[in-house]
């Protein structure tokens, strides 16, 4: 039985993860702030497959803070001896600039600092399985110059762009990591092909929130249509980076800048942590 664990699975897309792959006879761990969410989830899928309870596992984390990531790798080291796939999908949009009660941008920390330490954190775990896969939901494509080394958290001239546009570059360097580390890793920046209509859980301003609750409904593909993909990856993987929109493939650079990059973002995480 494969072993699936699944940040932000409690609703929007990783929660349609979730389901699919609880009625598809896996073992799933699912990672989110609400408990409640996760019941209803389960009552759900149990309905079709009365064994899901027994194969589902959740961890009440807030990703955005360094100890609960943390605390959360521990437990899934603790009880599990193999991931076979890892499908980083938490999100919580935050347009203007905010730090965690640990001193971090909250941001940066949950889209990024939380998904380096998943992916490096569970390497072993990921090491042991046959066709190893971490899925992250990050938007391929973002500029290569997109990462401030000397101001990672945006302590000057934060702006939701800039921010997204880091965090999304950083989470592709992270898979020039995650691969140099075990070659046998397949490691897929993933965005949809358009908007989903999902949670778009958040605080954001009023422009936005009008944007999704008006354009989500009109043009937004339903949350299991959209990760139909994803499924696709996890289920056939391949060792290496791959980029995707949809089921698209997005060209990747792996330039030698790309490989200092990726070096330094690492060392410069890891003396922030
Ligand atoms: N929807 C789109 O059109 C779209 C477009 C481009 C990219 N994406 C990307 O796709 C991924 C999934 O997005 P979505 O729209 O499906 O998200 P969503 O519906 O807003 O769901 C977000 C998930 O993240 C969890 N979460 C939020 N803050 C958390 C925290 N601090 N700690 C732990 N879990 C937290 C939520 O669970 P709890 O409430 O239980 O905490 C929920 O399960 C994201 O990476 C997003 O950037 C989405």
Redesign the pocket.
Known sequence: MRTIVI?????????ALARHFLAAGDRVVV????RA??DTLLAGVARESPSAPSRAEFIA????LVQ?SRRAIDQLRREHGRVDALI?????IRQRRHVTSEGHEASWS??FLSKYLFVTGLADLLRTADRPIVVN???PGARADAIDFDDLEMVGGFTFTRSNAQQRRANELLGILATGQNPALGYITW??AR??R?????EVGIGMKLAAALL?PLL?QR?EKAVRPIIDLVDAPTPGRAAYRGAKPRPLTASVQDGQDAARLATAVTASL
Do not use: E, I
């Open positions: 940040t932000g699975g409690t609703d929007g897309m990783g929660a990672l989110g702030r609400s969410k996760f984390t807030d990703l955005s609960d980083l999908a938490a999100s919580f949950l889209f939901t990050a938007v965005g949809p908007l989903v999902t949670g778009f859980a958040g989500a937004g949350a």
